[in-house]
């Protein structure tokens, strides 16, 4: 008797069991053909990288996939972005291009703003210092500043001048086309990169146009438009079989009620065919192929070992950084070598000093005085007050600097007491 009433309820939900596994296996489809159509734009995006950049490709080879990745990462995330909204591109996706544009100007705005607060900042504090220590006097006017650039101009345009007349003219005949080239990228660049941001907005401003209106504005519009709305017709087709499915179940749903005659049968007619035509349903639906296909699409990112689409948008703080901290490296090294030489030309001039005798010893005290107490120079040469200040500290500095040092190479060069001795 269990076993009859076993094998009774699993031939009932035999039909259940059945139509789980027919819509999982819709899942498994649709979510292997947005896997197929993401995993050939990534592979496009980077240029082959698979092919041509496996694990034991160069390091050139690593960093020219990176720029390409770094290049199309836009473009795949505004892809992503559209393929999520497919089921409501009619005005989705333009509240998504408002979204991100307001993204930018609030990133723009505020970004500018706060380098602008901290400049302004920085650049009061600094000021202050200087008109507090007096260095500021120090600084040349506008005039002594336009005076000397027009010197470094017409410095230059000399030195081009004697330059241009002993160069071959071949020489000069490849200088001028390469600054052209150079000139032309310039202006190339910048077009470019507006333009592929530019098909972005229309990518997703104008995704609910009709395709008699998309026609009309692809033949009235350059040929970048023309690509966008191919690519748009490619995006808009990857919904194409779940529309499909979904009709075909609402056709052979209305065929199976053309035939019925029970209330109960026309009431869970009526359900299904309001859940499949519920747009929640078609949403929730797409979202779960969507869902797994980036799930299945993990096992696919294994072909780029070592990918990193931000390192293009890191260079520029990674070589600032690295600019600033070379710079830093530099100054303090050549620092210690102005000090080093500074403290060397005091020992030369003590050991100079103490070889000589009395005269010697007549002759060290103006060479101390001028390496001890030059600094009062400048207070009295910009006629400052405040200088006076740094001025007297650095004094004190070298004195107690120049002492150690004057004792040292003093009693290191200074000949014996019995060896200055006159002989009798």
């Known amino acids: 008797h269990a076993r009859m009433t076993g094998f009774f309820d699993g031939l009932h939900l035999y039909a259940y069991f059945c139509a789980m596994n027919c819509a999982w ?100 504090m600094a000021w202050s210092v200087l008109e507090l220590t007096g260095f500021s006097e120090l600084l040349p006017s506008v005039a002594q500043r336009t005076d000397a650039w027009h010197g470094l101009t017409t410095a230059a345009a000399s030195l081009w001048s004697i330059a241009e007349s002993r160069i071959p003219a071949t020489t000069l005949d490849s200088v001028r086309v ?37 026609t009309v504005a692809a033949d009235a519009v350059s040929g970048s438009a023309r690509v966008v709305e191919v690519f748009r017709v490619i995006l808009d087709s990857l919904m194409y079989p779940l529309d499909v499915l979904i009709s075909l179940q609402l056709k052979l749903a209305g065929h199976a009620y053309s035939n019925m005659g029970n209330k ?3 009431a869970a007619y009526n359900l299904y ?41 890191t260079v520029p703080f990674t070589v600032l950084r690295a600019l600033i901290t070379s710079g830093l ?51 009295y040469r910009a006629a400052s007050r405040p200088l006076y200040l740094p001025a007297i500290t650095a004094v004190c500095m070298c004195v107690g600097w120049g002492r150690g040092i004057i004792k040292e190479n003093w009693v290191l060069h200074r000949p014996p007491r019995d060896a200055r001795a006159p002989q009798r």
């Open 25 to 124: 296996a819709l899942l498994c489809e649709l979510s292997t053909y947005l896997v197929l159509f993401n995993a050939a734009l990534i592979f496009i995006c980077s240029l082959g990288a698979p092919v041509w950049c496996s694990r034991g490709a160069s390091a050139l080879a690593h960093r020219a996939r990176d720029v390409a990745f770094g290049i199309s990462l836009p473009l795949l995330i505004v892809t992503q972005i559209y393929i999520i909204m497919l089921p409501d591109r009619s005005w989705a996706t333009a509240r998504a291009a408002q979204f991100l544009q307001a993204v930018y100007a609030f990133a723009t705005h505020w970004g500018s703003e706060i380098v602008r607060t901290q400049a302004t900042y920085l650049y009061g």
């Open 264 to 266: 109960w049968l026309s």
């Open 329 to 379: 490296r530099f100054v303090r090294r050549s620092f210690e070598e102005l000090l080093e030489a500074y403290g060397h030309a005091l020992a030369f001039s003590t050991s100079a000093c103490a070889r000589l005798g009395f005269l010697g010893d007549i002759l060290l005290i103006p060479v101390t005085l001028v390496w001890m107490g030059w600094p009062l120079y400048l207070p």
């Open 178 to 214: 390469a600054s052209v080239v150079v000139q032309r990228v310039g202006d190339i660049v910048p077009a470019a990169v507006r333009a592929y941001f530019e098909g972005f907005a229309l990518l997703l401003n104008n995704a609910g146009a009709p395709a008699e209106v998309a």
């Open 273 to 313: 065919t309001y859940v499949l035509s519920s747009p929640w349903f078609m949403r929730i639906a797409w979202w779960g192929c969507v869902g797994r296909s980036w799930w299945l699409l993990a096992d696919h990112v294994k072909l780029y070992p070592g990918a990193n689409a931000f390192w293009v948008y």
